[in-house]
């Protein structure tokens, strides 16, 4: 079981900064990927940015060149540095971890936050 633990959400004008954080009740170094995904109002939940425990990066589109996701090993926090934001980004916020699952037929296991709103004005 992997608890996580968001905070950072809120609201900001377009063009201004937010940076997300996501603690892990445990070390994030025994988890396979962590990232951030975003739901916005009427859609479907959609991938922001990932992490691996090897530090590989992957970003959606809709978010290179603008945030950034980063992790504090020690502190067993993930965080996703927003910059240049949209209205466009307004969602909520999810953090995702993926821990390897020693099963056959299932690949990881996924665990998520709570959520995190995150609103940016025009």
């Known amino acids: 079981q992997v608890q996580l633990v968001e905070s950072g959400g809120g609201l900001v004008q377009a063009g201004g900064s937010l940076r997300l954080s996501c603690t892990a009740s445990?070390?994030?170094?025994?988890?396979?990927?962590m990232g951030w995904y975003r739901q916005a109002a009427g859609k479907q939940r959609e991938l922001v940015a990932t992490?691996?425990?090897?530090?590989?990066?992957d970003y959606a589109d809709s978010a290179k060149g603008r945030f950034i996701i980063y992790r504090e090993n020690a502190k067993n926090t993930v965080f996703l540095q927003m910059n240049s934001l949209k209205p466009e980004d307004t969602a909520v916020y999810y953090c995702?971890?993926?821990?390897?699952?020693?099963?056959?037929?299932?690949?990881?296991?996924?665990?998520w936050g709570q959520g995190t709103q995150v609103t940016v004005s025009s």
């Open positions: 992490i691996t425990g090897s530090g590989g990066r």
């Open positions: 995702n971890a993926k821990v390897l699952a020693p099963y056959s037929s299932i690949p990881y296991l996924d665990y």
């Open positions: 445990r070390s994030i170094l025994s988890i396979n990927t």
